[in-house]
């Protein structure tokens, strides 16, 4: 087994270790204004129904768009859209068009209105699910309502926040598939 040292670490930087799934552009609209920000805090909340959490700062433009319309999208990008989502994610959308300053397109949903974002891989269109956190730790839980991905490639090359203008790509996949209990696949 392997053994590490280790040195003692601020706890407000752990979170480069626990950063969860991959970046995602979170697209909104509220009052006919369009917009749309980077976030790296969400997780997993629930199968059925499908639901998902995330932390919104509430400076953001986009807390109030969302906290109204009680509606998003998360748009997965992939490593092409690297730069775009840096962008993003470094300006506000109080002034501009982030669709047309970067070059996006913006889809219709099925069942909302918030647009998705064309290049991404994949889109989840999300409902507001529970405002208890949004007070409190400016914690959103949606359920998603519809989902789009495409079918190639299968692992995509997502990116995911280390903090620090770092990034990993995701890399290799290694099926460990045969050693599971079904359900918890
Ligand atoms: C890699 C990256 C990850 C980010 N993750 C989050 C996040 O999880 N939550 C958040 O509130 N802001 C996050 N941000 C910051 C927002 O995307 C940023 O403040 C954006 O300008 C907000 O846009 P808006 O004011 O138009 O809504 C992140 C930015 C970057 C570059």
Known sequence: MKSFVKNNLPVDSIRRFLEPGPIVLVSSEWKNKRNIM??????VMGFSPSLIGCYIWNENRSFEAI????????????????????AIGNSEGEDIDKFEAYGLTP??????????????????????????????????????VHAVAATTPKFPKTFHYRGDGQF??????????????PQYL
């Not at 906290?67 to 859209?81: A, G, Q, Y």
């Not at 949004?134 to 998603?144: A, D, G, L, P």
């Not at 990993?168 to 209990?181: A, E, L, P, V, W």
Request: glycine share 4%.
């Open 67 to 86: 906290r109204k319309s009680r509606e998003c999208v998360f748009n997965i990008p992939t490593i092409d859209l690297m730069k775009e989502t840096i």
């Open 38 to 43: 980077t976030v790296g805090w969400h997780t």
């Open 107 to 144: 889809l219709k949903g099925k069942k909302i209105k918030a647009p998705l974002i064309k290049e991404c891989y994949a889109n989840f269109e999300c409902k507001l699910y529970e405002t208890k956190m949004i007070k409190s730790y400016n914690f959103f839980v949606f359920e998603v």
């Open 168 to 181: 990993m790509i995701s890399g290799d996949s290694k099926s460990m598939k045969s050693q599971f209990k």
